[in-house]
């Protein structure tokens, strides 16, 4: 019973996680601006590939895999926000950014 219904479940994020991805694919192709699209690159790509881990988590349910698949969600946790505040810096210092969109410019004096 508790196999058949974690496999139901784990199909479920499956899908849900593989739409998030698609999702942020699409917004880094259409999306216009570089922090628009570091937005679309980050967010929903996280989410995304958490809910893959959680999917496959349910359908392996194995100690070693779970510990791998942990280990994954943790860097990619650690890793995408830095990630995006590099990309984020790179743009702003190469001009790439037009200073009108932004609310607060805390580098502007810099």
Known sequence: MWGTVADWL????LVAGALLSLAAGIGVLRLPGTLDRMHAATKPQVLGVLLLLLGLALRLRTPADLGMVALIGVFQLA?????????GRAAYRTGRVDP???D???LADR
């Open 10 to 13: 784990g199909g479920g994020a």
């Open 100 to 102: 009108t969109l932004l």
């Open 79 to 87: 890793t995408a926000p830095v990630a995006a505040q590099m990309i």
């Open 104 to 106: 607060a410019d805390e």
